[in-house]
């Protein structure tokens, strides 16, 4: 009745149909025509069926599809998104909250003043040179000048990724030159974030320049490190000339004029070298190449041998140097006496340079902690020097700084020594704190704590720390009191005579092989031996060294050797090396030498590789006479 009423010329509709032979459904396609007279009457209808089974069943399939798509997008973080030539979005499907608001809007405006419009509205969020590429891209699809792109755009602190693909018309219409080109109908865009994947690369961009800039600080810091280490050796070696010769021109036949210059420049010597090790020290402080061992050692012995040579500066000038130590000789504590005795030299020599009567006292206690083997030494210095005012000790701890500037120009120094012994404290885990009077004095407490140790059999031999020129100390109980500078002096004073002059019983007559590139420190060190009563064999560098030892060169073989580290061809490490390990260069009683490393070197690690190459001992420049004939008198008491 709808058709008729209607009055259509066609009809058509689908439709589902059972068959009977299965019982399965088809879709068919129902067309009517009606056949009409003159007064538009209908006569009969003519009607067709045709079946679209499969048609209907793909078109349903599509809309799945597109239904599954759409609910894919819209839960996803995408925005699919389509403008036809005209500017108009008809397509917009996706969860991201993200398109040009006024590409939307219908409007009659040409497809560029909507662009234009889009970007003046997002002009607060969206960089001009961003919106300006977006809206190339797609002007680009649209107007046929390119098929696809992609293009990267920020609005805010948010990064998109847009990609835009033609759509082409399905007819394929001839250009004017012949080609044939489908037509653009639309520019079809998918746009998605990608902030966190920019903020990733960001960060990752970011930590490679961090871990390029870490590598060339390391790099910078091994430099460093390695012309410290050049540095000390090239200054030290110089030194260690001067102090060595004026040291024989001292126990040399000579009239008093004379042998006061030689004191005199042996004096300064020394001054220089203790600037120089301040600085140096300081440099490895600033950049962590300061090393802290942790070794046995008897602090008891260690306060002995830093108060001898402080003895000669008190006697002079006729102060009282006092010590006193509840730790007994025999009591061993882990930790790094070298450093130690460094902090203990500083403090001691402020003291005596700013004190012009009275005494310098150092007073040792340790402290122990219940139910562990640790123990907290506190090292108290005192004396009755010009004192330090409240405002001047809080930049006493900065280098080279001091109390005023007068105080450089009376007393000299670099004002390295406080900070030097601050940061050595810190590294060992203490503190250090100063109070001062003017007038009256200055207390400087300085408190590192050691664990005790129990047993000394796994200890190293006392010389791989450092070599000592004091006299022995008789006193093994558990307090040691104060005691001045008359039973110190004593022990110097016996010391000084029998070192670095001739020995007083006639040692037997051994060699000893003293390898060296530098002639001022082969001639020091000869003259040394010399005086010992030892023969003497030189090499300048370990190949000769090498040549000398080698068993088929005829060669007395030495009874042992003082190895510089750095020498040209074949330096002290790969000498070193060869002798312990080539069996046939080198006969077994010459690999079983006690070889002594002499190294002027700043670096732990070189002090370390010392012992890597095989050497038995090490003795760092500038060496002293007392440091030779104690090592020396060490090992061939070991029966070496």
């Keep these: 009745m709808e058709v008729l009423s209607k009055k259509l010329s066609q009809w058509s509709t689908e439709a589902r149909f059972r068959r009977a032979s299965t019982g399965k459904y088809f879709w068919f396609l129902i067309r009517a025509q009606p056949q009409r007279d003159a007064t538009g009457k209908i006569l009969r209808w003519y009607t067709s069926m045709m079946d679209i089974d499969e048609w209907v069943m793909a078109r349903q399939e599509a809309e799945r599809k597109r239904q599954s798509m759409i609910a894919l997008f819209s839960n996803s973080d995408v925005m699919l998104w389509g403008v036809d030539k005209y500017g108009e979005v008809y397509l917009r499907e996706g969860g991201l909250h993200w398109l040009p608001v006024d590409l939307a809007k219908p409007s009659s405006t040409s497809f560029e003043e909507k662009m234009g419009v889009s970007e003046t509205y997002s002009a607060e969020s969206t960089p001009s040179q961003e919106r300006g590429r977006l809206g190339s891209a797609l002007e680009a699809i649209l107007y046929g000048s390119g098929s696809s792109s992609v293009v990267e755009h920020r609005e805010g602190n948010r990064w998109f990724r847009t990609m835009f693909v033609a759509e082409r018309a399905s007819s394929t219409p001839v250009d004017a030159d012949g080609t044939m080109r489908p037509a653009v109908r639309a ?22 320049k961090l871990a390029a800039n870490e590598k060339a600080a390391n790099e910078a810091n091994d430099l460093k490190s390695r012309f410290l280490a050049n540095m000390s050796h090239e200054i030290r070696t110089p030194i260690s000339g001067i102090i060595g010769l004026s040291e024989h021109l001292q126990t040399c036949t000579l009239n008093r004029e004379p042998r006061d210059l030689a004191k005199d420049i042996h004096e300064t010597a020394r001054f220089l070298l203790h600037l120089v090790n ?136 670099t004002g390295l020594g406080l900070t030097i012994c601050r940061d050595l404290t810190r590294l060992m885990g203490g503190e250090i704190s100063l109070k001062s009077t003017p007038g009256q004095g200055t207390t400087v407490t300085c408190s590192v704590p050691f664990t005790r140790q129990t047993s000394s059999k ?160 090490c003795i760092g420049r500038p060496v002293r006479g007392a440091e030779l004939k104690a090592a020396i008198d060490r090992w061939f008491a070991s029966g070496a």
């Design 278 to 413: 301040d600085i140096l020290d300081l440099s490895k402080l600033d950049s962590g190449k300061m090393a802290i061992e942790s070794i046995p050692f008897s602090l008891n012995q260690v306060i002995r041998d830093t108060l001898v040579p402080l003895q000669f500066q008190a006697d002079e000038k006729k102060i009282a140097l006092e010590w006193g130590c509840d730790i007994g000789t025999k009591d061993l504590l882990l930790g790094d006496p070298s450093r130690i005795r460094q902090i203990l030299t500083n403090l001691l020599g402020n003291s005596l340079k700013f004190t012009k009567q009275g005494r310098v006292r150092l007073r040792v206690n340790g402290v122990p902690k219940a139910d562990t083997a640790t123990i907290k030494v506190h090292f108290v210095v005192q004396d009755t020097g010009i004192g330090i005012s409240e405002e001047a000790i809080g930049k006493l701890f900065n280098p080279f700084s001091q109390a005023d500037t007068s105080t450089a120009r009376i007393y000299g120094g």
């Design 187 to 208: 520019a079809l865009a998918l746009t998605f974030e990608i902030t966190d994947e920019k903020n990733q690369a960001a960060l990752i961009l970011e930590n490679e």
């Design 458 to 617: 796994d200890a190293r031999h006392f010389s791989r720390t450092f070599s000592t020129d004091s006299a022995t100390g008789e006193n093994n109980v558990e307090h040691v009191p104060f005691q001045s500078e008359g039973n110190l002096s004593q022990g110097v004073r016996e010391r000084q005579e029998s070192i670095p002059g001739a020995p007083t019983t006639i040692a037997p007559k051994r060699l000893i092989f003293i390898v060296d590139d530098n002639p001022i420190n082969r001639k020091v060190n000869s003259l040394y031996m010399t005086k010992f009563g030892y023969d003497v064999a030189v090499a300048c560098d370990g190949q000769e060294a090498c040549d000398y030892l080698n068993k088929s060169s005829g060669n007395p073989r030495p009874d042992l050797v003082f190895m510089d580290c750095m020498m040209p061809v074949v330096d002290g490490y790969e000498a070193t090396h060869r002798i312990r390990t080539d069996a046939e260069a080198f006969d077994e009683k010459t690999r079983a030498l006690p070889i002594i490393a002499l190294t002027a070197s700043a670096l732990q690690s070189d002090r370390d590789r010392c012992w890597e190459a095989g050497m038995n001992d």
